[in-house]
């Protein structure tokens, strides 16, 4: 804790905190010249279905929380950077609610926000992905930065390694059928972390996607042909009415999200102490 003797000075700055906004910045400087592990949790504000929040950012920032406490209880010194809550691309322009930025709006706050930590020192940062949209402007941005100024910043799709884990926690066809967007892993998720945000009542059947080109949609902007995936440049209304592509959310559980939480948040964790031994 910061205390302050009527001199002026400081003494004993120290803090349990984990997110950066809740540091004083006196505390902040203490922390900073430690030279700890940051983490910044990206997401998205976008239909996730009917029955889930839009807002995806809230499981991305839990998520870097929780490695934040258990990468510090491990001796790696770990804080959260204030979670970004709009994501790059807008498949869900024609959809209610949604809020997103361009890919060169995204590129320009990426390159901001983690100039704004390297130059303040902070060269071990890791990017914790919570939104496919994002994926492509923070390889541009962290690709930058190494060329120019050599700081490796590493980045981890959340939900892609959540799609990998649910085989484990499932068996494999139920985990087939569970994952797509909208369903699986998000939703379990959201029922671990936010059960209070969830409607049950609005949790929907599976429905057949619709096809462009009279071809199966194999993402919400990519259709399969001869087993290869094509681009389209289409809206998610065109190709399902409710956002849910894929998954069964039926299938979503509390049970399945805790386990995939602590997955997770273990596999992350054990990155992160990677990571900061072999950048020390």
Known sequence: MTQRHGTGQTVGVETDKRRLAE?????????????PVVLLPLGSHEDQGPHAPMGDHLAAGAIA???AARATAR????????????????FFATTVGGIALSQTTMR??????????????????????????NVEPVNDVTRTLYR???????????WRIGYALLPEILDPETAKRASGHGADPLTSVYWHLFPDLVRPDLVPEPVAPGRVLDLPMAGF?????EGAEVSVPVAVDEISPNAVLHGDARLSSPETGAALVDRLVERVTRFTVHFAERVP
């Open 23 to 35: 540091l004083t910045a006196e505390e902040a400087r203490t922390v900073f010249a430690r030279r």
């Open 65 to 67: 929380d929780r490695v």
């Open 75 to 90: 001796g790696v010194e770990t804080y959260v950077a204030p979670t970004l809550p709009f994501g790059g691309g807008n």
């Open 108 to 133: 320009a706050v990426l390159e901001d926000i983690i100039a704004s930590l390297v130059d303040q020192g902070i060269d071990r940062l890791i990017v914790l992905n919570g939104h496919g949209g």
């Open 148 to 158: 120019r100024r050599k700081v490796l910043v590493p980045s981890l799709y959340l």
């Open 221 to 225: 902007g990519t259709v399969f042909f």
